[in-house]
C-alpha cells in the first residue's frame, strides 16, 4: 500500500468484504462506513491507482461504485501534455473509454491518465488509467480511445479511503469545544 506514501491527503485503510453479485453493477462493500467518516463520493483507491467513489455509507459499511461501472464518469488528464477529457467506464474491468476527444489531440498509447481535480468529486493527480489503444476512423471528429485501470479492480482487497483538506477542516469545526460555529464572522463582530 505505498501509495499513501504520495498522498497529501489524509486516509484510513478499508478492506473489501462484499462484491455486487449483479454483472452490470461494478460495485464493492468495504469495513469502513460513516462511524469512521465515511461520506458519499469520497475517493476510493488501491495500492496502484483510483478505484471508484462511494456511493452509499451505513454505519459500519460503505459500498463503492467502481469506475469500471457503466455510469461511472472521472475527468483525467494525461501526465505528459496535461490534456483534459473524460473517462467512462463501460462495464469491463479491464478497460475504460476516453471520450470525445478530438483526432488532432495529442494523446499516444501509454500515457498516464490521471484524475484532474475537476468538478471537484476527485482529488488532483492520482492514477486511473494507461492509454493502450488508439483507433481512429475516416471522417469522424473524435478518436476511439480504449485505456486500461491502474487500480486492480478484480483482485485488490485493501483499499484506502482518501479524506480531502475540505472534509478534515469540517471534521476539525465539528469536534472543537466551540461546535461548528467556531470563528463565524458573527462571534468576531464582523459583519
Do not use: C, W
Not at 148 to 173: G, I, K
Amino acid at each position: 500500500m505505498n501509495s499513501s506514501e504520495v498522498l497529501d491527503d489524509r486516509v484510513i485503510v478499508g478492506e473489501i468484504v462484499g462484491v455486487s453479485p449483479d454483472p452490470f453493477s461494478h460495485e464493492v462493500v468495504i469495513n469502513k462506513g460513516s462511524r469512521d467518516g465515511v461520506v458519499v463520493g469520497q475517493a476510493i483507491l488501491d495500492a496502484n491507482g483510483l478505484m471508484g467513489q462511494v456511493q452509499q455509507a451505513s454505519s459500519f459499511t460503505s459500498r463503492v461504485l467502481l469506475v469500471s461501472d457503466s455510469s461511472h464518469a472521472v475527468p483525467v488528464e494525461v501526465v505528459r501534455n496535461g490534456l483534459r477529457a473524460i473517462l467512462l467506464g463501460n462495464g469491463d474491468t479491464s478497460a475504460l473509454e476516453l471520450v470525445h476527444v478530438p483526432d488532432t489531440a495529442d494523446i499516444r498509447e501509454g500515457d498516464l491518465l490521471v484524475s484532474s481535480g475537476l468538478g471537484g468529486r476527485f482529488p488532483k493527480g492520482y492514477p486511473v488509467a494507461e492509454v493502450d489503444q488508439i483507433s481512429k476512423e475516416p471522417g469522424e471528429p473524435f478518436v476511439k480511445i480504449r485505456a486500461t485501470p491502474m487500480a486492480e479492480l478484480n483482485r485488490s482487497r485493501l483499499v484506502l479511503v482518501v479524506f480531502s483538506p475540505e472534509q478534515d477542516a469540517t471534521d476539525d469545526a465539528e469536534s472543537s469545544p466551540e461546535g461548528s460555529d467556531a470563528g463565524s464572522p458573527e462571534q468576531d463582530g464582523v459583519r
